[in-house]
């Protein structure tokens, strides 16, 4: 019992790690490194849960190191990847410094750019408020961080791997990435109930929504790749709404 409590823990700990590393790729401008870093720690994020669960070993610690781990990994590293977006958006971008041994105070920031780091604001208002909020224990109230990281990194993976001239035009766009950004914000704090993938049963009626969700997103990314991605989060995001009107119809 000793040792298996820690193995949550553990998992959660290599989260924070693979976001540490996607701060270091998103702070140096590789981009698609740290979009790769971001999702394996979304995968251990997955998994800690599960681990927690399935050793009967929840603990206080376990829930605030979690939330510290998403903080880095789904907040931090979509705010830095953001604002070196909008900064490529600019038709003045000038290019960030790196003398590492300069004595000089050289305030090299993109005062426009710095409106992506909102990102990383209300992700961690919306980790503090689900700590504290128990009506999020079989669904979401606003869209959970790692959903939204996942549509902020999708972009500089469209941009390198996707060849669609009009997309990559539209995610190059400074306003574009300015609502995108405040649009980010609004659903991650908004009091929008959202489905969770928990299965308690396996049966397809107590979970026709879930299921059909699952098959969407497979279709979705075998046809679409990279574009896909921001596709589901807005499926996942109107498979919700409408569902909630069904519910109190």
Known sequence: MGLKKHVPNLITSLNLLSGSIAVIFAVQGNLVLAAIFVAAGIFFDFFDGLAARALDVKSEVGLQLDSLADVVT???????????????????????????????????????????????????????????????????????????????????????????????????????????????????????????????????????LRYFFIISCLLLIVFLKFIAIPVIILLYVLLSVISNRKATA
């Open 74 to 208: 789904s907040g931090v590293v979509p705010g830095i990847v953001m604002y070196q977006l909008i900064i490529k958006a600019l038709p003045s971008s000038g290019s960030l410094s790196t003398d590492w041994n300069s004595t000089e105070f050289d305030l090299n920031l993109q005062p426009f750019a710095l409106i992506g780091l909102l990102i990383i604001v209300a992700s961690a208002y919306r980790l503090a408020k689900f700590n504290v909020d128990d009506r999020q224990t079989d669904s979401f109230i606003g869209l959970p961080t790692p959903a939204n990281a996942l549509l902020i990194l999708s972009l500089p993976l469209i941009l390198t791997y996707e060849s669609v001239p009009m997309i990559n035009q539209l995610i190059l766009n400074e306003w574009f990435l300015v609502g995108l950004t405040i649009l980010s914000c609004i659903l991650l704090n908004a009091e929008l109930p959202l489905f969770a993938l928990k299965f308690s049963v396996w049966g397809f009626k107590e979970n026709k």
